[in-house]
């Protein structure tokens, strides 16, 4: 969901803030129940995130596959 909606977040939002993940949690849903798995990169910070938290939630639910990866796996 970051891919679609983070780019029209930052056009969005004024000085440079973000409108929040509660914001964007319904579209980021409509994305994540056409998604067959979730696949992790574990960059800085995704442990503490709370997006990545609330996917992980909402896959876990749906009861689809979550692998995960080392960002040196993409680099």
Same mark, same amino acid.
């Given at each position: 969901? !970051?891919? =679609?909606?983070?780019?029209? @977040?930052?056009? +969005?939002?004024? /000085?440079?803030?973000? =409108?929040?993940? /509660? &914001?964007?949690?319904?579209?980021? #849903? %409509?994305? +994540?129940?056409?998604?067959?798995? =979730?696949? !992790? !990169?574990?960059?800085?910070?995704?442990?503490?995130?709370?997006?990545?938290?609330?996917? %992980?939630?909402?896959?876990?639910?749906?009861?689809?596959? %979550?692998? &995960? +990866? /080392?960002?040196? @796996?993409? #680099?």
């Amino acid at each position: 969901p !970051i891919t =679609m909606t983070h780019p029209i @977040d930052v056009l +969005m939002s004024r /000085d440079n803030e973000s =409108m929040g993940s /509660d &914001y964007w949690v319904v579209f980021d #849903e %409509i994305y +994540m129940r056409a998604c067959s798995e =979730m696949r !992790i !990169i574990r960059a800085d910070g995704w442990q503490t995130s709370s997006g990545i938290k609330r996917e %992980i939630k909402f896959f876990k639910s749906q009861k689809k596959p %979550i692998s &995960y +990866m /080392d960002i040196s @796996d993409i #680099e």
